[in-house]
């Protein structure tokens, strides 16, 4: 089916590690990028292809790919990282699609 | 630094067409292996994609929106446009235009412009 299954909602501890996860066929063939939105912004841009990140994007953040489950992980979560968390992929025909977001909670 | 900015009416009345265009500055929209999208987010809702096109003038539409959305490109100016056909209030959303890449990713936004549809 063409569609990325997100968790609505992950919390972590200051400092703790956390893996945000998408699930979708499409995830099989192509590879997930990630994004991060903050109330009032547009979303930014913080991994893709096999685990990439833009300038700018602090190395605690990565991303890994096992079957059809992408996974973010950010490694020791700081307060700045609380944000909504997209994942998108592309199917054959190249339409995009993306997941239901995920709503971090830093504690 | 590739900036890009979304223009157009921010009130638009059910069964009008929706039009708005991005302006890409910074670069130009003809360089590189880029394509252009559309994509909106309704207040306190996901992200949607609408489409994309290359400036070969190539274009691929949302399944669910594909029959009311038309993407345009203008290299001359540096833009490109989405047209939305007969609206209703479930089209009211934060619309954003940004460069993808690779076929797999957007790495330039614009900062989004909220459209209304109401009468």
Redesign the interface.
Known sequence: SSELTQDPAVSVALGQTVRITCQGDSLRS??A?W?Q?KPGQ????VI??KNNR?SGIPDRFSGSSSGNTASLTITGAQAEDEADY?C???DS?????????TQLTVL | QVQLQESGPGLVKPSQTLSLTCTVSGGSISSGSYYWSWIRQPAGKGLEWIGRIYTSGSTNYNPSLKSRVTISVDTSKNQFSLKLSSVTAADTAVYYCARGYGGDHFDYWGQGTLVTVSS
């Open positions: 192509y590879y990028s994004y939105q547009a979303p930014v841009l893709y292809g833009p997209y998108n992929s592309r025909s190249g339409n995009h699609l993306f997941g239901g977001g």
